[in-house]
Structures are given as structure tokens and as C-alpha cells.
């Protein structure tokens, strides 16, 4: 495993970009996906996680306009070594970054925390740990960017 450049603000924004970027990318179209199913094969039960869908598309919409600020303002800003000022975007991430939180806890309400009800079938049980491995990326991305990046560029640094 690659090791995290935790001193190196340019090297970070692209170990973000390639491990966690690429990843909800990648990851996140067939969580909506299998929501989507679970919903409609499931309706009328009520352990389903109504609502489910709507919150991911949500959040996937969401998270795409914030990674791309991330890749086309923000970490070129950083890789430049720009300093915080009018526009700089540290704050509106950080923003995002609380929503995307309180998103995860009713996530894992809606889902009984990850955990399917009894005789659930394939693809439910292939959501919920997709789910787990999926809001456990996020955090260590929100994590890193909140606790090591943008401090290293906060107004007061």
C-alpha cells in the first residue's frame, strides 16, 4: 500500500485524488444501483430502507460537484502553494464535508447501521457492505482533508 504523504500538501491532493476520487467514482453508481433494487424488490417490507436511493443520487450529485471543485480549484490552488483570500474554497469544502456527515448518519439509520434483516437476500447484503466499505472511505477522506490538508492552509497558518 502506498503510503500517505502526510507533509507534502501537493503529493496529498493527488493520493486524495487517486484513492478516493476514483473510488466514490467508481463505487458509488452501483450503490445507487443496488439501492434501487433492494427498493423495488423489497417494497412493502418494512425493514426496506425507503429513501435510500433518493439520498444516495443525492449525494453522488453532491459529491461530484465537490470533487471536481476539489480537482479544478481547489488542489491546483494548493499545488501552487496559494494562500487563503477572497474565493479560496477551504470553507465551502469544509462545508460539504459536515453535510456528507450528517448524510452518513442517516444513512446508517435508514439501514439499521449496515446491518441486513434477517433472510435478506444477495444484492441487499451486497449494498449494506458496500455501504459499510463505502461511508468508511469517506471519512477517511473527509478525515485527511479536514484534520491534515486544510490546515496546512487555513487563514491563520
Do not use: C
Not at 21 to 38: N, T
Not at 45 to 67: I, S
Not at 140 to 155: G, K, N, S
Amino acid at each position: 500500500m502506498t503510503p500517505v504523504p502526510l507533509d507534502d500538501p501537493a503529493a496529498l491532493t493527488r493520493y486524495i485524488e487517486s484513492r478516493f476520487h476514483a473510488r466514490h467514482r467508481r463505487d458509488l453508481p452501483g450503490l445507487v444501483a443496488l439501492a434501487i433494487e433492494v427498493e423495488a424488490e423489497h417494497f412493502g417490507d418494512h425493514n426496506v430502507p425507503r429513501g435510500l436511493t433518493e439520498v444516495l443520487g443525492e449525494m453522488a450529485d453532491d459529491m461530484e460537484e465537490h470533487m471536481r471543485t476539489e480537482e479544478q480549484i481547489l488542489f491546483p490552488m494548493i499545488r501552487r502553494a496559494v494562500r487563503p483570500g477572497a474565493g479560496h474554497p477551504i470553507p465551502e469544502m469544509r462545508a460539504d464535508h459536515q453535510d456528507h456527515t450528517r448524510e452518513i448518519t442517516y444513512i446508517r439509520a435508514l439501514t439499521n447501521d449496515f446491518k441486513p434483516p434477517k433472510g435478506a437476500d444477495q444484492a441487499w447484503t451486497a449494498l449494506y457492505a458496500g455501504l459499510r466499505q463505502f461511508i468508511a472511505e469517506l471519512r477517511e477522506h473527509i478525515r485527511l482533508e479536514d484534520d491534515v490538508l486544510f490546515p496546512q492552509f487555513d487563514a491563520q497558518h
